[in-house]
């Protein structure tokens, strides 16, 4: 258990629907990881918050969104749903905001289906 | 823009065997490496990174990986495979893109261990 939850596991909603996924991040870290992982993609950085704010930016689409609250909780909003848009979608979070040196801790991951 | 290349979606050793899991990437600035195991239904977990110093890096599980900086490898190695190794295994490099720095993945190794 890595101490990083994400909530919901499983998720079935069709297309043009709206979702959000949330994400507890270890105690004490400050920083939130969003992944999308998918057989034809594989592995992709979302984007990165840091203490409730954007820090780095990856192959996250226009129809996504994320935001980390004060209580450095974090939810990705997933809007006008597409067939492409299903994958399991991970949280991560690590202490500081140094991607190369600190250590990310990952959820088990929402998988979300699009029909 | 730095990436990852894994060399083989599959591979297959005995119990006991010398597991041998490879990786290459292409890096203009020194580069920081790393491999991650990810398990039957559960998120990453980090099995050790190279940033700055010793070449050969150990990471846990029995596991270590070796940076070549001619090669441009960072191959993965375990001595001795146990039952419990099967899973996949994801190297990944740290890239610094427009959005700040984010962690690029391969397209994964799944191990499988035979008895």
Known sequence: DSGVTQTPKHLITATGQRVTLRCSPRSGDLSVYWYQQSLDQGLQFLIQYYNGEERAKGNILERFSAQQFPDLHSELNLSSLELGDSALYFCASSV?????TDTQYFGPGTRLTVL | AQ?????????????????????????????????????????????LKYTTGATLVKGINGFEAEFKKSETSFHLTKPSAHMSDAAEYFCAVSDRGTGGFKTIFGAGTRLFVKA
Do not use: D, K
Request: proline share 6%.
């Open chain 2, 3 to 47: 990436s990852v290349t894994q060399l083989g979606s599959h591979v297959s050793v005995s119990e006991g065997a010398l597991v041998l899991l490879r990786c290459n990437y292409s890096s203009s600035v020194p580069p920081y490496l790393f491999w991650y195991v990810q398990y039957p239904n559960q998120g990453l977990q980090l099995l």
């Open chain 1, 96 to 100: 500081g905001s140094a991607v190369r």
